[in-house]
């Protein structure tokens, strides 16, 4: 995984052998991204909501270490199916989080998705140090190459 980080933003970036068009429906799925974003007894989400429209309203929630509860909030920007998806991201674990922007540019080539995740807007050396993103694209490839079984909804 490449990883570069910036004064305020975060660049990661997977290869995941799957199609653009399943790693986005993955993302952008309620159900599917239920399914394989989070750890049992660490993170685990529990509900996702998604208007999935520029403009449109996301959230979910879940239960995170210690059983302490958790949301992230935030709003689409920029849908291009399935090369492009933007959204603001406001989580309610760090005092004082002001919205940040996530970007998924994902390029398929032979079989075989390049998914490059920019977080930007991380203003704090707070927020930039907690980020989760490694793990969650873990997941992420875990889940559409089939390598992890998909969690039950709760």
């Not at 449109?56 to 199916?81: D, N």
């Not at 959204?87 to 674990?93: A, S, V, Y």
């Not at 559409?144 to 709760?154: L, Q, T």
């Amino acid at each position: 995984m490449n990883l570069t980080e910036a004064r305020d933003t975060i660049v990661k970036e997977i290869i995941i052998k799957g199609s653009a068009e399943r790693i986005f429906e993955a993302l952008t799925n309620p159900d599917q991204r239920m399914k394989w974003w989070g750890a049992e007894g660490r993170f685990q989400t529990t509900e996702m909501e998604s208007d999935l429209r520029p403009g449109g309203r996301w959230a979910m929630r879940g239960t995170g270490l210690g059983g302490k509860p958790f949301s992230v909030v935030g709003e689409y920007r920029t849908i291009e199916r399935p090369r492009l998806l933007v959204f603001t991201w406001l989580p309610d674990w760090h005092e004082g989080a002001i919205e940040s922007l996530v970007r998924f540019d994902l390029e398929e080539k032979d079989g075989a998705t390049t998914v490059r995740l920019t977080h930007s807007g991380l203003t704090s050396e707070g927020a930039r140090a907690h980020q989760g993103w490694p793990q969650i694209l873990t997941w992420l490839q875990a889940y559409v190459e089939g390598h992890r079984p998909a969690r039950a909804s709760a």
